[in-house]
Nanobody
């Protein structure tokens, strides 16, 4: 059984930084795309960033230049380093992975940007 477990959410002041991590575990043959999405109440889940197994990165327009996604293929982990956080970045952040051609999601971790 495959699991994605996130860590690193919390409360941060505007302008601050936070790092999210996600580890995939279980019966895994190959991990293709990995990434992060976020959702606020009443809105659709939106792309934050994705990264392919070869390292190609894609970012949502609202986070370009502020967030950096990275992954460790040996450890089956993906991380999101967030800088210059804004109140509008407040959301539940979900880890995503395409594992053996199936989509998996983490349970979500809350990020709150507030003074």
């Amino acid at each position: 059984q495959v699991q994605l477990v996130e860590s690193g959410g919390g409360l941060v002041q505007p302008g601050g930084s936070l790092r999210l991590s996600c580890a995939a575990s279980g019966s895994i043959r190959s991990i293709y795309d990995m990434g992060w999405y976020r959702q606020t109440p009443g809105k659709q889940r939106e792309l934050v960033a994705t990264i392919t197994s070869s390292g190609t990165r894609n970012y949502g327009d609202s986070v370009k230049g502020r967030f950096t996604i990275s992954r460790d293929n040996a450890e089956n982990t993906v991380s999101l380093q967030m800088y210059s956080l804004k109140p509008e970045d407040t959301a539940v952040y979900y880890c995503y992975a395409d594992i053996d051609w199936k989509d998996y999601w983490g349970q979500g971790t809350q990020v709150t940007v507030s003074s």
